[in-house]
């Protein structure tokens, strides 16, 4: 895992591999492509994807919001955490952790950002004010 931050964006840390991030975060994994990946919500900004201007890949990601299977206490708003991939594949961007999903889905929606720095900082100006 990388962690990164840019002079002017928010931190997020990059996973080579769907292994290394499920090593990582082992309560919320990402599924393998083919998975069950129907099942888990997924913001495409009208099917297009964001443009990466984090890495700079000149690539367009999807965001995935990845609810923990920890059992919890009764909470029907599961946390979870925000990750960007390309198309389901690797590298994995963690953008927001622990955050509780339909929120951050909410939250993406509603802001419908175009870049992967934008929806990080959406996620985490939205946190500092929840």
Request: overall charge negative; proline content about 7%; glycine content about 6%.
């Amino acid at each position: 895992m990388i962690v990164v931050q840019w002079e002017k964006s928010v931190p997020f840390a990059v996973f080579e591999t769907i292994d290394d991030y499920n090593i990582a975060y082992p309560q919320a994994r990402m599924p393998y492509h083919g998975d069950v990946r129907g099942g888990s919500r997924s913001f495409t900004c009208a099917a297009s994807g964001l443009w990466d201007d984090l890495t700079v890949s000149g690539h367009k990601y999807i965001l995935d919001f990845l609810p923990s299977d920890v059992a919890g206490s009764g909470d029907s708003a599961p946390e979870g955490t925000v990750v960007a991939t390309r198309w389901g594949n690797p590298p994995v961007l963690l953008l927001a952790e622990r955050v509780p999903v339909r929120w951050a889905w909410e939250v993406i929606t509603n802001a419908w950002p175009t870049t992967l720095d934008s929806a990080a900082r959406v996620l985490h100006s939205a946190s500092r004010e929840r």
